[in-house]
């Protein structure tokens, strides 16, 4: 049974940082794509960040380049994103997500969400 559970969520001031945690269990980590995607009120679901299976390549939202950075940790079945920088916009409840490959695409499974605020 796949799940994915996210952590690392909460409030944090404009121009700080939160690092979320996606752990990860129930299929071979290390064979799949990840990627995180985020939902504000109202709004509609947005990726945010992609990493393929290998850790070999990366892709991210314009609006978070250089401020984001994706990871992996293929022993451990972790998979994480570092938040820099932070932007009131940048507010949303955060999802990992399973793809059904080894690169970003198509994805099967999400986890539940942590809550990010971006205020002061």
């Known amino acids: 049974q796949v799940q994915l559970v996210e952590s690392g969520g909460g409030l944090a001031q404009p121009g700080g940082s939160l690092r979320l945690s996606c752990a990860a269990s129930?299929?071979?980590?290390?064979?799949?794509?990840m990627s995180w995607a985020r939902q504000a009120p109202g709004k509609m679901p947005e990726w945010v960040a992609g990493?393929?299976?290998?850790?070999?390549?990366?892709f991210y939202l314009d609006s978070v380049k250089g401020r984001f950075t994706i990871s992996r940790d293929n022993a451990k079945n972790m998979l994480f994103l570092q938040m820099n920088s932070l932007k009131p916009e940048d507010s949303a409840l955060y999802y990992c997500?399973?793809?059904?490959?080894?690169?970003?695409?198509?994805?099967?499974?999400w986890g539940p969400g942590t809550q990010v605020t971006v205020s002061s």
């Open positions: 997500a399973k793809a059904a490959y080894s690169v970003p695409g198509e994805y099967e499974y």
């Open positions: 990493i393929y299976a290998d850790g070999s390549d990366t």
């Open positions: 129930g299929f071979t980590f290390e064979r799949y794509a």
